[in-house]
C-alpha cells in the first residue's frame, strides 16, 4: 500500500471527526470563531481530501458575534445513521475562568451539501459533545461535563443521556460513565461497538504537548468501563522528538474492506520555542486489532503509542494541488471556498463580491481583533514557508482608517500592512503588529512612530505582498502605475508569532491557526470602503521547513 505522509489535512484542522457513508469519507473539523462553521472534507481514499462544506452559514445556525479568541465552534462530531447525517456541535460563548458557557446542539441533512436544518438545542453542561446511534435504534448523546467547583476537578467525566429524536430532547437518567485516567483533561467522546463491546474514545491531557487518546470499553452501555492494557492509544508526550506532537483527540473509521484507521489532531512546532503555527492539524494512523478484542497502533515498534508521519493508506496522495500556486477571484455570490471571516453572520455589513470586476469590497468596521465585527477575510496558512499578495483601492481620510494585508492569529498575535493617513490627511503605510500580546492586546508602537511610516502619494493603488520563510516575515509595497518593484517596508519579523503558543492563554487556550488575508478597519463608524484587486497564495519550499524530520 502508498505511503502517505501526515498530516492528510494541513494547517488549522483541529478536533477530526470521521464517517464512512459507502465509499465516501467525510472529515468534520473545529472552526472557533471564524465563519461559517465546521469544515467537512471528502475523500474517496483517505489520502486525497477536497474541502467541499461549512455547514453552519446562517444567522437561524450560527452567530459567534462577542465569542472570545479560540470560542465558538468546538469539536463538532458528523455520524450517519443510514438516513441522514447529525452534526453535533458546540458554541462556546466563555471559556476562561472558572466558567464554560458551551451550549451543544445538532443539525441534520440528507446529504453532506445539505441542506442543513436549524439548530436542536440539546444542553450545556460541558463540550465536545457526540451522538452514538445504536443498534437497537436508540441515540445517545454524551459529552464531557464541566464542573466550575473543580470538586475535585474541572473535567469532570463523560456525560451520557439517551437522546429522542422525535422530541429533539435529552430524556431519561443522565449517567457519568468515565471519570477519566490519572492523566485527566477527559473530553471529546465517541462511543462505538464491536463484538459485544462498547467502546468509549476520549482525549485526555489537554490539547498541548501532553495530549493523549484514551480507550475503555465496557458489556453495557453505562458501564463500569476497563481501561485499554495500555490506557492510551497513542500519545506523542513521552517522545518530544516525534515527527508529530500534541497528537490526541481522535476518531475511529474502518475501510470497505476491512482496514481500521484513527484520525487525530497534530501539530509539528517549528523553532526551539516550539511553536505551530499551523495549528492543529488532521493525521491519520492505522489500527489492528488484536485477538482479546483491543486495537492497538501499527506501528514499525510493537507496543508504541507515537503517531507515524508516514502511513500506508489505500491510495496514494497527490500532492500537486497543495504546491500549487492560489490566485483567487471574488465574482461568485460567495468568497472562494478557502476563504472565512469572523464571528458574524451578516456578511452584508462587512463585505461584498463582485461577478463583474472580481473585486473584494471590504466595509471597514471595527478595528482588527474585535470580538464583534471586523471586516476580515483570509484564507490558512498550510505551509511552513509561502507569498501571498494583493492590490487595494484605499483613501483613507485619517489614521482611524486604515485597510491591508495581514498575517492573523487574533487579536493578541498578527501582524498587519496598513494603508492609512496621517491627521492631516496624508496618505502613509503603516505595520500594526501584536506580538504575543496577551492579555492586554497593545500593539508594537516603536513600529507606529512616524520614522517608520511611509508616505506615499494621496492617489492610485498599492500592491502588497508578505514573504513568510520559516520564522522570518517581511511585508512589501509597490505603488502600481508608479514604481512597480516591490520595496521593503519594516524589518523582518517573528512569523512563529502566529501561532497557538502566543495566543492568549498561551498554554492550553490557543486553538486555531496562523491565517493570511485582507481587512479594513473605520474607526470613525463611517464604515470606509476598501477594493482589494485579487489575492494569490503561492506555496514556497525553504530549508528551514518541517516537512521530515
Not at 42 to 66: C, F
Not at 148 to 156: E, G, I, S
Not at 162 to 184: C, F, H, M, Q, W
Not at 206 to 215: F, I, K, S
Request: charged share 25%; net charge negative; proline share 6%.
Amino acid at each position: 500500500m502508498p505511503l502517505v505522509r501526515n498530516p492528510i489535512l494541513p494547517g488549522f484542522n483541529a478536533d477530526p471527526s470521521i464517517v464512512r457513508v459507502g465509499d465516501d469519507y467525510y472529515i468534520a473539523t473545529s472552526t472557533f470563531e471564524w465563519y461559517p462553521g465546521v469544515q467537512i472534507h471528502h475523500s474517496r481514499d483517505l489520502a486525497n481530501w477536497e474541502l467541499v462544506i461549512r455547514p453552519l452559514n446562517r444567522k437561524a445556525q450560527l452567530d459567534m458575534r462577542g465569542d472570545p479568541d479560540s470560542c465558538g465552534i468546538w469539536a463538532p462530531c458528523l455520524t450517519h445513521d443510514g438516513q441522514k447525517f447529525w452534526l453535533v456541535y458546540t458554541d462556546v460563548k466563555r471559556k476562561d475562568g472558572n466558567y464554560k458557557d458551551a451550549h451543544n446542539y445538532i443539525v441534520t441533512a440528507p446529504t453532506i451539501m445539505g441542506p442543513w436544518s436549524d439548530p436542536v438545542y440539546v444542553n450545556s453542561s460541558g463540550f465536545d459533545p457526540s451522538l452514538f446511534h445504536d443498534d437497537d435504534g436508540k441515540k445517545w448523546f454524551v459529552n464531557m461535563m464541566w464542573d466550575h467547583r473543580r470538586r475535585p476537578r474541572a473535567f469532570a467525566g463523560i456525560a451520557l443521556q439517551e437522546y429522542d429524536a422525535a422530541s429533539g430532547k435529552l430524556v431519561g437518567p443522565r449517567t457519568n460513565i468515565y471519570p477519566g485516567s490519572e492523566l485527566g483533561l477527559v473530553e471529546a467522546p465517541h462511543l462505538y461497538k464491536r463484538n459485544g463491546y462498547y467502546y468509549l474514545l476520549t482525549a485526555e491531557g489537554g490539547t498541548g504537548y501532553d495530549h493523549a487518546c484514551t480507550l475503555v470499553r465496557s458489556r453495557s452501555l453505562t458501564g463500569p468501563y476497563e481501561a485499554h492494557p495500555q490506557t492510551h492509544i497513542l500519545t506523542s508526550k513521552d517522545a518530544p522528538h516525534a515527527a508529530l506532537q500534541r497528537a490526541g483527540h481522535g476518531d475511529f473509521v474502518e475501510t470497505p474492506d476491512g482496514r481500521h484507521y484513527l484520525v487525530h489532531l497534530t501539530g509539528r512546532p517549528t523553532t526551539q520555542l516550539r511553536r505551530c503555527v499551523l495549528g492543529r492539524e488532521t493525521a491519520i494512523q492505522e489500527i489492528t486489532w488484536s485477538d482479546d478484542d483491543w486495537p492497538y497502533l501499527k506501528s514499525s515498534t510493537p507496543g508504541s503509542l507515537v503517531p507515524s508521519l508516514y502511513v500506508d493508506l489505500p491510495a496514494a496522495r497527490d500532492d500537486a494541488p497543495y504546491w500549487a500556486p492560489k490566485a483567487y477571484t471574488f465574482d461568485g455570490p460567495d468568497l472562494p471556498i478557502d476563504f472565512q471571516w469572523l464571528r458574524t453572520p451578516e456578511t452584508e455589513r462587512i463585505f461584498r463580491t463582485d461577478a463583474k470586476t472580481g473585486k473584494l469590497t471590504l466595509i471597514g468596521r471595527e478595528a482588527i481583533g474585535s470580538w464583534f465585527e471586523q471586516a476580515l477575510v483570509a484564507r490558512r496558512q498550510t505551509h511552513f514557508s509561502y507569498d501571498a499578495e494583493t492590490v487595494v483601492d484605499f483613501s483613507p481620510e485619517d489614521e482611524r482608517q486604515f485597510a491591508g494585508l495581514t498575517a492573523y492569529y487574533c487579536r493578541f498575535n498578527f501582524f498587519y500592512l496598513t494603508l492609512s493617513a496621517h491627521s492631516d490627511g496624508q496618505r502613509e503605510l503603516l505595520i500594526q503588529a501584536s506580538e504575543a500580546s496577551w492579555p492586554t492586546g497593545g500593539l508594537n508602537n516603536e513600529l507606529l512612530t512616524e520614522s517608520h511610516a511611509v508616505k506615499i502619494p494621496n492617489e492610485g493603488r498599492v500592491k502588497m505582498k508578505v514573504t513568510v520563510r520559516g520564522r522570518q516575515l517581511q511585508f512589501w509595497y509597490a505603488l502600481e502605475g508608479v514604481d512597480e518593484d516591490y520595496k521593503k517596508i519594516g524589518p523582518v519579523l517573528d512569523a512563529s508569532i502566529i501561532s497557538d503558543e502566543c495566543g492568549g492563554h498561551q498554554a492550553h487556550g490557543s486553538f486555531t491557526g496562523a491565517f493570511v488575508g485582507v481587512a479594513a478597519s473605520d474607526l470613525n463608524g463611517t464604515a470606509k470602503e476598501a477594493v482589494f484587486d485579487g489575492f494569490t497564495y503561492t506555496p514556497v519550499q525553504h530549508d528551514s521547513d518541517r516537512y521530515e524530520i
